[in-house]
C-alpha cells in the first residue's frame, strides 16, 4: 500500500472523522491516528443528533468509518483503534 498520504487527522470521534470525510469527498488519501478514547463512548445513547437520537456512540463511529470506506484510501490507525 502506498503510505504517501495527503492529510493526517489525529482523532476519530465525531469532529474526526467528520472531517476525514470531507477530505475524502475532496479526493485527498487521509491517514486517521485514533486513540478510541471519544468523550461519549461511555453513554448510553446520543441526545439531540438528528436522526441518531438515542443511537449507541459506537454504533454511530462504527457507521462514520463505514462510510468513510466509500472515498480514496484512508486508513484508521489500527494499532490505537
Ligand atoms: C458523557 C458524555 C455524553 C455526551 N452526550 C452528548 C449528547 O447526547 N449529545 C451531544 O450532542 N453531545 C454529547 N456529548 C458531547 C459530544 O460527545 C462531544 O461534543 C463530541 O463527542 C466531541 O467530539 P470530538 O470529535 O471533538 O472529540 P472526542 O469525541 O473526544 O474524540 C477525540 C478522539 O481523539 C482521540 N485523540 C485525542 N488525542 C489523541 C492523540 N494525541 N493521539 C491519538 N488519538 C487522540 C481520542 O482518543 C478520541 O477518540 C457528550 C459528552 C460526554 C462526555
Known amino acids: ?3 504517501t498520504w495527503d492529510c493526517i487527522v489525529v ?3 465525531a469532529a ?3 472531517a476525514a470525510l470531507v ?3 475532496a479526493r485527498r488519501r487521509t491517514l486517521v491516528i485514533d486513540a478510541g478514547k471519544q468523550s461519549n463512548r461511555h ?3 446520543i441526545g439531540g443528533l438528528l436522526a441518531s437520537d438515542r443511537r449507541p456512540p459506537l454504533d454511530f463511529y462504527e457507521t462514520g468509518r463505514v462510510e468513510l470506506a ?3 484510501p484512508w486508513s484508521c490507525d489500527p494499532a490505537r483503534r
Do not use: H
Open 16 to 18: 474526526g472523522l467528520s
Open 1 to 3: 500500500m502506498d503510505t
Open 11 to 13: 482523532g476519530a470521534g
Open 43 to 45: 453513554t448510553a445513547g
Open 23 to 25: 477530505l475524502g469527498r
Open 70 to 72: 466509500n472515498y480514496p
